[in-house]
């Protein structure tokens, strides 16, 4: 999934760690009771072209209630951010890893 924002675009990777195939009970594909629709193209989200308009959604501050605490596209880019500084981490680790046993194996002859 990519997610672009002001031109620059995010990947985002979903790793699946459990998948259980079978059937499926036909009570998940009930609406739960108690639920209730909630309309956000009513607050001018629609096609997230009315996100500029959104206290904590365009970027500038001005989070919800009006304070000038991180906007929610800072969290997510910050989230973003973490995960890819791991995931590059761990990648890198795993290279160095797999390049010093071909070098032993070389050297050893393994």
Same mark, same amino acid.
């Given at each position: 999934?990519?997610?672009?924002?002001?031109?620059?675009?995010?990947?985002?990777?979903?790793?699946?760690?459990?998948?259980?195939?079978?059937?499926?009970?036909?009570?998940?594909?009930?609406?739960?009771? *108690?639920?209730?629709?909630? =309309?956000?193209?009513?607050? &001018?989200? #629609? @096609?997230? !072209? %009315?996100?500029? *308009?959104?206290?904590?959604? =365009?970027?500038?501050?001005? &989070?919800? #209630? @009006?304070? !000038? %605490?991180?906007?929610?596209?800072?969290?997510?880019?910050?989230?973003?951010?973490?995960?890819?500084?791991?995931?590059?981490?761990?990648?890198?680790?795993?290279?160095?890893?797999?390049?010093?046993?071909?070098?032993?194996?070389?050297?050893?002859?393994?």
């Amino acid at each position: 999934m990519t997610a672009t924002t002001e031109g620059d675009s995010t990947r985002v990777l979903f790793e699946i760690t459990r998948l259980d195939l079978g059937p499926q009970a036909d009570e998940l594909f009930e609406i739960p009771a *108690g639920y209730r629709k909630f =309309d956000l193209g009513a607050m &001018g989200v #629609g @096609g997230m !072209d %009315g996100m500029d *308009g959104m206290d904590g959604m =365009d970027g500038t501050g001005g &989070g919800p #209630g @009006g304070s !000038d %605490g991180p906007t929610i596209i800072d969290e997510v880019s910050e989230a973003a951010q973490q995960g890819a500084e791991e995931a590059a981490k761990e990648e890198a680790k795993e290279g160095a890893e797999d390049a010093v046993k071909k070098g032993l194996r070389k050297l050893f002859g393994g």
